[in-house]
């Protein structure tokens, strides 16, 4: 097998001296095992916390490691009852081309989804992390102003798509021309690039009764816009803060807790963090039924950013922190 592991510990961008590709021999799988081989790999901003040695709600890869990831892959050999070679699971496999995994740790997928990849992005975790974050916190009302970034990503364009469904008036951030025209097309309401000049101001103009739903993906200079246009009573889902995942240290400026708190005072804020896995637990079923009904009818619609060879998914992923990507970004493995 070939695999990625990390080699050191980055300092603000990640550079490929961070990473280290080897190649291992394969025990065969024991009792209850498979051998695996990856067809998809998903890159997500949540790996890049996981190459820092620091205190968060996973465990720090160890130096050495393989680099984590979920996978489509596609069992070779088995040694577990209930699966046989040329069924296709999604698993932890990490950056790597095969793995042996316990049967037990792994999703059949009974029914894929076309394509493939999809089980990565909008009828998988991302997807799900929208649908849940934006219902269960966020509750959008008809009418009401759902605000995202990243808004062409996985999460962020689904954000969006489920707020309109919802009747509410969704306003998309993403970074660059190209990314906001896609917003249009994508129906959103309004569409602005975070990198303009005037980008307090032009959101200020598209949200002229306020912001009831902030689905928070990047934080920085988004978060310090939208602070001031929350109505009373706005749910702030806190998903992501990708915008700070390569800092070194906390932001310039005056320490601005204390206007945040008076602002939740104030406004009678719900600020909630949440993991998918454990908002969504259980209702991986009825997400996919759902989910997949709107993907099937137009409704929910999703672009996807896919690399060709695991030898390019560094590129990828440090890319993916800068926005180079456009869409979910995976990695085509194998055939
Ligand atoms: P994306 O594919 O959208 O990739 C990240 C995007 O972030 C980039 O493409 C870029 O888009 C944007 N970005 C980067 N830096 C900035 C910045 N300084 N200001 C504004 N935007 C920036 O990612 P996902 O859809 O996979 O994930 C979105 C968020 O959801 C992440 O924060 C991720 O960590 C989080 N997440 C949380 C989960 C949970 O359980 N809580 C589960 C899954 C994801 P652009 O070019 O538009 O700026």
Redesign the pocket.
Known sequence: STRIVLAARPSGEPTSSDFRTETVELDAPGEGEVLLETLYLSL???MR?RMNDAESYAEPLALGQTMVGQTVSRVLESAAPGLAPGDVVLAGSGWQTHSVQPADRLIPLTDPPTPLSTALGVLG??GM??WT?LLTIGDPKPGETVVV?????????AVGQIARIKGARAVG????PE?VAHLRELGFDAALD??AEDFAEQLAAATPDGIDVYFE??????WDAVLPRLNTFARVP????????NATGLPEGPDRSGLLMAKVLQKRLTVR???????AAGQRERFLQEMGQWVAEGRVRYRE?VTEGLENAVASFVG??????????VVKVSD
């Not at 951030?173 to 660059?176: D, H, K, L």
């Not at 963090?273 to 908002?279: A, D, I, K, Q, S």
């Not at 993916?320 to 970004?329: A, I, Q, S, V």
Request: include cysteine; aromatic fraction near 8%; glycine fraction near 22%.
């Open positions: 997500d901003p949540y916390g975790m991302p992390t929208a974050g970034a990243a808004a062409t990503g996985p999460v962020g364009s951030i993403a970074g660059g990314k975070h990198r993906n990047v934080g920085g200079r988004v806190v998903c992501g803060l990708v915008a700070g995942y963090g949440f993991l998918v896995h454990e908002l950013d993916m922190l800068r926005g180079d990507n456009f869409g979910k970004t």
